[in-house]
């Protein structure tokens, strides 16, 4: 993301809380948000490089991407790959989404960029990378009334090249809003320092291009701070939504909100944007804040059976030994579960083991290295890193 400017004259958000009720089941999701799946997508993340638009580290990147939501339950109707090219470079966007039960033509819009330049990128921006991923992990079966849209941009670096393509032909065509957008929450560089305060989200509102869709902006981003306040552990404060994806479609009419970093790292675009630089406690909480928004927006259910997305606890599901030799032991909560399935990844995203209703894998035919083990059984699916070593 390019913050050219500082935060000077930023003020605080004096939405009136009484303006949006809280609402229990909202706040139960939000703590769903795990602290260890924050941490393990901010590391694996990290490990694939410098993701510059077009490069091998950028498609795996997309790959990963790919597999964790089919490891969510997500289903391959649902996971589109949004090509575009600039130049003689080629990438991929990834869009996944979910339909809505009153209104599945009205999207609301969750979106970050995946691409990075100089360093790994880990709070730029593998921090709104991983929000969006545990946001789309909790609400996968959960009933809302507005469709969602899970984006992951690239080429956000070179010049929001994948949100502008995305944008111009996809979301608006030939004069015409082809999509009906209720609003764009772009997450970006929502990771901050290690060290620093980190107690506060900067919540960002439309104030440049268009002055018709100006008005609409400022209204959901009081209610994101209003969320944000209700549903995590952070204060907020406003600023101005500035150069990163959310751009293209504010151009175009629509009604942008989104997160940025409130305490400023600095890391960003350098070889010191490493997962040991940013704060994964500061990005566990904009999680939680980004759940219990998404729930907002888009009208999710208020029922407590809704709630059927959950964490698998280190109680729940067991995979040993780790690290691991020739033979992978899978223990489930449930002793006499029959039905189940196990698939091995490595950190590219590519399927190197499957199997059904096996409790000891072999593993023997595996290379030694860092591999991602998902367990899946009912409507639960479980993702442990693992590591074979032999």
Not at 8 to 27: C, D, H, N, P, R
């Amino acid at each position: 993301m390019k913050k050219l400017t500082t935060f000077l004259g930023t003020v605080l958000a004096l939405s009136s809380l009484s303006a949006q009720s809280f609402i229990q089941e909202y706040k139960n999701r939000a703590d769903l948000v795990s602290q260890t799946n924050i941490t393990t997508n901010l590391q694996e993340f990290s490990n694939f490089g410098i993701k510059t638009t077009g490069s091998v580290n950028n498609t795996n990147t997309l790959n990963w991407l790919k597999n964790k939501y089919t490891a969510f339950g997500y289903s391959a109707s649902q996971i589109v790959e949004d090509p575009f090219t600039f130049g003689s470079t080629s990438s991929k966007n990834l869009v996944i989404t979910k339909t809505g039960t009153v209104y599945p033509n009205k999207y609301v819009i969750i979106c970050g960029h995946y691409d990075t330049i100089t360093g790994p990128g880990t709070n730029d921006n593998g921090s709104g990378t991983s929000v969006i991923l545990e946001v789309a992990r909790i609400l996968k079966d959960v009933p809302t009334e507005y469709s969602i849209k899970f984006i992951h941009f690239s080429g956000e670096e070179q010049g929001l090249y994948g949100s502008s393509h995305y944008a111009n032909n996809i979301a608006f065509q030939s004069g015409v809003k082809k999509l009906d957008i209720k609003l764009v929450f772009n997450l970006d560089q929502v990771g901050g320092k290690l060290g620093n305060t980190n107690t506060k989200i900067i919540c960002e509102k439309d104030t440049s291009g268009q002055s018709g869709n100006n008005a609409a902006s400022n209204t959901v981003t009081q209610q994101l701070a209003t969320c944000t306040t209700l549903y995590s552990p952070l204060t907020t404060s406003i600023s101005n939504a500035y150069s990163s994806d959310y751009m293209p479609f504010e151009k175009k009419g629509y009604t942008i909100t989104g997160f940025y970093e409130y305490t400023r790292s600095y890391t960003e675009h350098t070889v010191n944007d490493t997962f040991a630089n940013v704060d994964p406690v500061y990005v566990f909480k904009v999680g939680k804040a980004a759940v219990g928004a998404m729930q907002h927006f888009a009208t999710a259910s208020t029922t407590a059976k809704a709630a059927v997305a959950k964490e698998s606890t280190p109680e729940s599901v067991k995979i040993h030994p780790n690290p691991a030799k020739n033979v992978l032991n899978v223990e489930l909560p449930d002793s006499s579960a029959k039905n189940f399935s196990i698939e091995i990844t490595d950190l590219k995203g590519y399927s190197v083991l499957k199997t059904e209703n096996q409790r000891q894998i072999d593993i023997s035919r595996l290379n030694n290295g860092i591999y991602l083990c998902t367990v899946k059984t009912g409507d639960v699916s479980t993702t442990r890193k693992i590591i074979i070593e032999k």
